[in-house]
Structure formats: structure tokens, C-alpha cells
């Protein structure tokens, strides 16, 4: 099950997440809670072993800008979220960084279909960190993709159950408030994971 713990904006977290197994982490630079400069998500990047996966997230904002966000933070993926036309992914294929779409379950959920390397599924309101009908979408994504959308330790293993999906995503189901990540909250989300489903490619 692959596992990315998103919005982390601090050290302790992101080593936190590194020790605990996570496969990726997220860096928002986009209107959150959780925003961080492209400075700061430099910092934390420059922590993070080549085989965790650094990703960029952003919503909203122009291929331009992103590609400059991403390129002095120094990610090695871009994660957009939201309704961004294709022509967004095409303008940033060049940088030869792993690409996310990020949608609710009424987008066309094949991996692929933009161009991105990785599908991201998350809830109606994204994040609100509300669980939501999960099973909605089992069966329907195709490819590599992950589940996000109001995750926690306490319930990850009933959203892999109901969806199926290839990994998970994680953001506020593991802080202590918003904005600030639990470390424990972090190493249990991951071990329940993981202990959910094997990983199948």
C-alpha cells in the first residue's frame, strides 16, 4: 500500500513521516492551513532520501507559476488539485518530474487521461476532512491512484476495504491541530495501511 502524508510543514513531521515509512510527502504552496513558500518546502525537501518522493501540491495556480514554485523547491513530483485543463500537465511534462492529478470522484478518474503519472481521489470538498462515501468509486479509477478524503488511523482500513485503491493519502486525519502533524498520529496511519491491504502494482 503506498502511503503519502500530505501537508507537512515542519521538520519533525517530515522526519516523523520518513521514519514511519511514508512513500511520499506532500508540500502545499497553494491557499492552506498548511502553506508553506517554495523557500520552505526547499528546507524540508533538501531532508527527504531520494526513495521518499518530495511532492509539490498546488491548486488553482498557473502552469508558470507552479514550474517556478516546484523548480526552487526542488520537488521531485507536481501535484495539481482541482479542474486543471490538460494543457496544464502538457506545459509542465518538460520538467521530467512525476506528475499527480488530483479530482473528486465526478472527474474522469483514469490514471493517465492528463498525462500524469499518478490519480489522486479525494472527497467532494477537498480538504475538509469529512470522510465520505468511499465505496462510490471501487472499480472505477484505472491505474495507479490514490484515496484521499477525510483518512485517519482509525478508519484507513474500512476506506481501503470499501475503494480498493492502490495507496492512500493523508493530511489532517493526522495532525494535532490544523496545520500541525502528530508524529504518533503518522507512524499508526501508515502501520494501519499497510496492515489493510498489500500493495499490488
Known sequence: MYVKICGLTDPGAVAAAVEAGA???GLVMTASPRQITPERAAELAAAVP??????????GEDPATVRAAALTAGVRAIQLHGR?????FTA???LGLT???AVDAQADLR????????L???APRAGSGEPWDWSAVRGRPTGQWLLAGGLAPGNVAEAVAAARPWGVDVSSGVEASPGVKDPA??????????AASPRTE
Open 111 to 118: 490514471c493517465g487521461a492528463f498525462d500524469e503519472s499518478l
Open 23 to 25: 512513500d511520499a510527502i
Open 185 to 194: 498520529l503518522i507512524t499508526a496511519f501508515i502501520d494501519a495501511a499497510r
Open 92 to 94: 509542465l511534462k518538460d
Open 84 to 88: 486543471h485543463p490538460h494543457g496544464d
Open 99 to 101: 506528475l499527480i492529478r
Open 120 to 122: 489522486l481521489v479525494d
Open 50 to 59: 531520494p526513495e521518499v518522493l518530495t511532492v509539490g501540491v498546488f491548486r
